[in-house]
Structures are given as structure tokens and as C-alpha cells.
């Protein structure tokens, strides 16, 4: 148990439903990260949030947004997705955002299927 | 940009061998390194982490080194046992928040 919790486990959508995925942290924790990792190809980087604010947007399309009400949850609403959308999303959280012993604690992640 | 490459992508051995893994990237100026675990279907659990200034990091049987200058750090397991079975992956901090993660060696220890 690391500490960072996610949900649901897994997710099965349709490409025009809304679903919105859920993580949360009492790590008194003060960046938090989306990440998504797809079968083949090495864990990618989504989003950062510090302080409640985002401060990385690595690209990704709006059909994914990012919501921190507070340091301690984190959401990712979808709506719209593709079938490449499919993969597990982790979502991670670092005492602090930066520096050289800025260590992330990683979520089990939730399984996305999209239909 | 930074990229990361893990050799070898995957690995079969007998249980108490002593085994190596190697990660490579492209780009010397970072903060630090960690070493990750997933386990299939799981989040990540952070092994080791070494900061730039540091040459390598021990934890029980593992070991983690790293040179900065020719971008390379290994991950040293000794004693392997089945329940090292899982995908190893190693990340840089390029400089801000930005992880940049290799594809990981799948490792499979035989009883």
C-alpha cells in the first residue's frame, strides 16, 4: 500500500459516454500526476499538478481534463475517447515538485477500456 | 529531448542468480534516477532513488548505480528469488517535474 488510491480498478466506456477516474492522496503530498501506459510503449506522462495548479500539460488532447480541487485528490474526466485510448492510468504523488530527492508514489491505476 | 532505453526488454533466470540491469539516456543533465517495480496489472513501487551528485544507492539485495557522464545506471539484484518476478523500470528528472520513463525489463526468476 503506497498511500495513493485509485478509482474504479477498471473502467469500461463507450466512445461517447463521460466517465471521470479518481485519486487521492493523504501523504500530506503536495504535486500529484497523471500518467497513462499503454501496451508496447514506455509510461507517459499526462499531466502535473503543485500546489493545485497544473504546471504540465504534456500534449494531451482535451478530450482528457484534469481537475485538482485540492492537494489531496486529483480527477481525470473523459469524454469522447478513441479505442487508443485504451490503457491503465496512474496517477502519483511527490512531497514536493521538484529537486533531486522529489521521490513519487504511484497508484495500482485504473484499467480503461474504451468500446 | 530526453529518452530512455532499458537492455535487455526481458529476462529468464534460475532462482539465486545474481543479474544485472541496464538503463541508458540520451541527455546527462538531470536531477536524479529511480528505479521502479510493477507488478502485473499494479501501480509502480519506487526501489531506489540516487540524486545526481550520488554514485549509487543500496537497498537489501539491491543495488543501484550511476554514471552520469556516459548516461548509464545499473540495477544490480542479488540472490534472485521468484518474487523478484515483475517489469523493472528506470526514470530520469530532466530538470522540473518531467519523468521521462524507460520500457522496463520484464524479469522472471525460476524457482
Request: hydrophobic share 30%; charged share 15%; proline share 6%.
Given at each position: ?114 468500446l | 529531448k530526453q529518452e530512455v532505453t532499458q537492455i535487455p526488454a ?102
Open positions: 500500500e503506497t498511500g495513493v488510491t485509485q478509482t474504479p480498478r477498471h473502467l469500461v466506456m463507450g466512445m461517447t459516454n463521460k466517465k471521470s477516474l479518481k485519486c487521492e492522496q493523504h501523504l500530506g503530498h503536495n504535486a500529484m500526476y497523471w500518467y497513462k501506459q499503454s501496451a508496447k510503449k514506455p509510461l507517459e506522462l499526462m499531466f502535473v499538478y503543485n500546489f493545485k495548479e497544473q504546471t504540465e500539460n504534456n500534449s494531451v488532447p482535451s478530450r482528457f481534463s484534469p481537475e485538482c480541487p485540492n492537494s489531496s485528490h486529483l480527477f481525470l474526466h473523459l469524454h469522447t475517447l478513441q479505442p487508443e485510448d485504451s490503457a491503465l492510468y496512474l496517477c502519483a504523488s511527490s512531497p514536493t515538485g521538484q529537486g533531486a530527492k522529489n521521490i513519487q508514489y504511484f497508484g495500482a491505476g485504473t484499467r480503461l477500456s474504451v | 526481458a529476462l529468464s533466470v534460475p532462482e539465486g542468480e545474481n543479474l544485472v540491469l541496464n538503463c541508458s539516456f540520451t541527455d546527462s543533465a538531470i536531477y536524479n534516477l529511480q528505479w521502479f517495480r510493477q507488478d502485473p496489472g499494479k501501480g509502480l513501487t519506487s526501489l531506489l532513488l540516487i540524486q545526481s551528485s550520488q554514485r549509487e544507492q543500496t537497498s537489501g539485495r539491491l543495488n543501484a548505480s550511476l554514471d552520469k557522464s556516459s548516461g548509464r545506471s545499473t540495477l544490480y539484484i542479488a540472490a534472485s528469488q521468484p518474487g523478484d518476478s515483475a517489469t523493472y523500470l528506470c526514470a530520469v528528472t530532466p530538470g522540473g517535474q518531467n519523468f521521462v520513463f524507460g520500457p522496463g525489463t520484464r524479469l522472471s526468476v525460476l524457482p
